[in-house]
């Protein structure tokens, strides 16, 4: 009887640590998903617009960490001052990008694979400039003070809690903006048809400046989030590229609200992975799920067919 109750007590126990470890991954999953949901958010909302994939948002996802690092440790402002300027020198480099490298190139009639290519070389071209002013050694600054909740066993933080809440925030003032306002009313007809746009008076090139400015500050915002949570350096965006694009692929490439999906359902599959395989296959089961996807599935779980599939 003693032994039998025994191993009730320790399958109880086992079952509670299992519980409190999925918990814990759930969460995990969770938090990671909403960083991506707003870098797949931000892949998407240009990709559906300027029909083109572009990486630059994940140069500026590290441009905006380290610039919120600059103002707020090195220059010693105030921390959410520090944030705005931030999202200031993001939104005056994506404006650069655009002016100088893509719109030529639009002009010029270039196809996407020349526009993905510039974009991998802008890439490149910052996070190699941040590399040589601020070194490869990793930097740290966040939130003063950080408390930790338990959930059913399992810890999250104050600034996690910021994190996902303000993903959700910025997803669901992006989506009333794009269904309400006319300037997003314009950003839409553009992505259905550029000459139709054209042809009802919407200035197509500021509508498309509007696009990379909004898909900046996503990325700038996303930034700014992991650099609370996490080290910067200058290698930070080549892992937010890949899950990013996954997240978009995943959710429907083109289809805004779908990148949210993709964003969470990436985040929970690769944290409920690691705990079936080494920490160090994390972004491998994203490439996993990419080649799949690509494979199987190109258009993700609620992408639609393009004219060019439907007419074929």
Do not use: C
């Not at 190699?128 to 070194?135: D, E, R, V, Y």
């Not at 080290?231 to 937010?240: K, R």
């Amino acid at each position: 009887m003693e032994n039998l109750l025994q191993s009730v007590n320790f399958l109880f126990f086992l079952f509670l640590l299992i519980a409190m470890v999925a918990t814990q991954l759930f969460i995990n999953g969770i938090i990671a998903g909403a960083i991506y949901a707003l870098m797949a958010s931000s892949f998407s909302l240009i990709y559906n617009i300027v029909k083109f994939m572009d990486l630059s948002p994940g140069a500026l996802f590290v441009v905006s960490a380290f610039s919120a690092y600059v103002f707020n440790v090195l220059f010693g402002l105030n921390f959410f001052l520090s944030l705005i300027l931030a999202l200031i020198i993001v939104s005056v480099v994506t404006i650069g990008i655009n002016k100088f490298v893509y719109k030529p190139l639009r002009n010029k009639n270039a196809n996407n694979f020349i526009l993905l290519l510039a974009s991998f070389g802008v890439f490149l071209f910052i996070t190699g400039f941040i590399l040589l002013i601020f070194g490869a050694e990793v930097k740290t600054f966040g939130l003063p003070i950080i408390k930790g909740y338990e959930i059913f066993g399992a810890i999250i933080t104050k600034t996690q809690i910021i994190l996902i809440v303000t993903s959700l925030v910025l997803f669901l003032f992006l989506q009333l903006f794009m269904k309400t306002t006319r300037l997003g009313k314009a950003m839409r007809a553009l992505a259905d048809d550029r000459q139709v746009a054209s042809a009802l008076g919407i200035k197509v090139e500021k509508t498309i400046a509007v696009t990379f400015i909004i898909s900046a500050l996503l990325a700038g915002i996303a930034g700014i989030l992991v650099a609370l949570e996490q080290n910067l350096e200058h290698a930070m965006g080549f892992s937010v590229v890949l899950k990013g694009l996954t997240a978009s692929i995943v959710g429907g490439i083109g289809n805004v609200p779908a990148a949210l999906v993709g964003g969470f359902l990436i985040g929970i599959i690769e944290n409920i992975g690691i705990w079936f395989l080494p920490s160090g296959y994390k972004d491998a089961i994203a490439f996993v799920i990419l080649i799949l996807f690509l494979l199987f599935r190109p258009r993700g779980l609620f992408g639609t067919k393009t004219r060019e599939e439907v007419s074929g």
